[in-house]
């Protein structure tokens, strides 16, 4: 099926100061983000992030007690639910138990008073492009869950929103299903051309799907930005803790020049990296550095470079994580790949490790 995908410009979203409060909570605090048309934006953070809540407010099921929802230029703060015209889909599926295939994904377009014979059309074409075409008279209870997710997908893209909005759904999937079916969305998503906001507390998931990321916590914005940028280059500790493995190694800076800093470790290690922004001798910090961007062994001079006693080793099928103590109250974990002839040192063993300093950012409250 080539279904032509939406008109160009449809589907931009902008949300201005979003604020919601449970009494003196803000569980919603002043989110801003500009959602460009045919974009898979997500919403990632841990639970009590506020991530669901700005979701349901863009969907118009909880009112904001600040802020602005602009839809192609409208104002949408004051629409309801049912006028927005957004798909959606929902962790738990949602789908009528009483109806087949067919008519759960026909019901958007019942419910619009489309006429029989493009109701035929549509729901074939919707059912063709998650894959479920040979499925349609089959009643809910004869489906899997990722058969059953498929359908949700097609009621929410039936009617053809410029904007789907998905609140965790493939959280009830095991992983390799929630894989394949995260290489469906994303597929259906860039041959509509539709823009997708997508609630996620799985980090591979959002690296995996998304155009852009919302890194959230506490209600609050962290950082917004691409997969590869937010997990090379966090904001804050936060950040690069959430995204993905991080080594952090607190210490206090001693030198700043053009753009790299010196940073003191706790442990009395000197280590270098990069800076953003403004750093100060003595300013408190942290460097960041991935477990991937280290490797063992001494490297050259400019590497930095740290010794210590090998503490655990991990087998992790692809990747074997390695912690080693490098000061009393410092750790540094490294992923090398399972290769099948790295290193097999025992723990507590000495051990060398080294990294470049262009892969270590230092990190200022």
């Known amino acids: 099926m080539n279904r032509a995908p939406l008109p160009a410009g449809r589907g931009a979203l902008e949300l201005s100061g979003l604020t919601k409060r449970y009494g003196n909570e803000r569980v919603v605090d002043s989110v801003s983000a500009a959602i460009r048309p045919g974009e898979f934006f997500s919403l ?23 802020g602005r929802i602009t839809v192609d230029g409208a104002d949408f703060t004051a629409v309801p639910p049912q006028r927005r015209g957004f798909g959606m889909v929902f962790q738990n599926y949602a789908i009528f138990p009483h109806l087949d295939v067919f008519e759960n994904v026909a019901f958007p377009l019942r419910a619009r008073r489309v006429a029989q014979p493009e109701i035929r059309r549509r729901v074939g074409e919707a059912l063709e492009l998650v894959r479920l075409e040979r499925f349609a008279r089959r009643t809910v209870r004869q489906l899997s869950g990722g058969q059953q997710q498929r359908v949700a997908i097609a009621r929410a893209i039936v009617f053809q929103p410029a904007i789907v909005l998905m609140d965790e759904p493939l959280g009830a999937l095991d992983k390799n299903l929630r894989y394949d079916m995260q290489v469906e969305i994303k597929d259906i998503q860039q041959r509509l051309g539709m823009t997708v906001i997508y609630v996620t ?9 998304s155009d852009r990321i919302a890194i959230m916590s506490s209600g609050r914005v962290e950082q917004v930005g691409p997969p590869d940028l937010i997990y090379e280059r966090p904001a804050n ?93 410092t750790q540094l974990t490294m992923d090398s790949p399972n290769s099948g002839h790295g290193l097999h040192l025992q723990p507590g063993a000495e051990i060398a490790v080294h990294w470049p300093v262009a892969h270590s950012i230092l990190l200022t409250p």
């Open 237 to 329: 500790a936060f950040v690069g803790r959430f995204l993905g493995e991080a080594n952090l190694l607190e210490g206090s800076i001693e030198k700043v020049h053009e753009g790299e800093a010196e940073l003191r470790t706790r442990d009395g290690l000197l280590l270098r990296g990069r800076i953003d922004g403004t750093a100060q001798p003595g300013q408190q910090a942290a460097l960041f550095v991935r477990p991937e961007k280290l490797a063992g062994g001494a490297g050259d001079a400019a590497a930095n470079r740290a010794n210590g006693i090998l503490r655990r080793r991990s087998f992790l099928g692809s990747v074997i994580r390695t912690t080693i103590d490098i000061g009393p109250t």
């Open 201 to 209: 507390h799985d980090q591979e998931e959002a690296m995996n799907m």
């Open 44 to 66: 990632l953070g841990p639970s009590g992030s506020g991530k669901t809540t700005t979701l349901m407010m863009i969907a118009g099921f909880i009112a904001p007690d600040e």
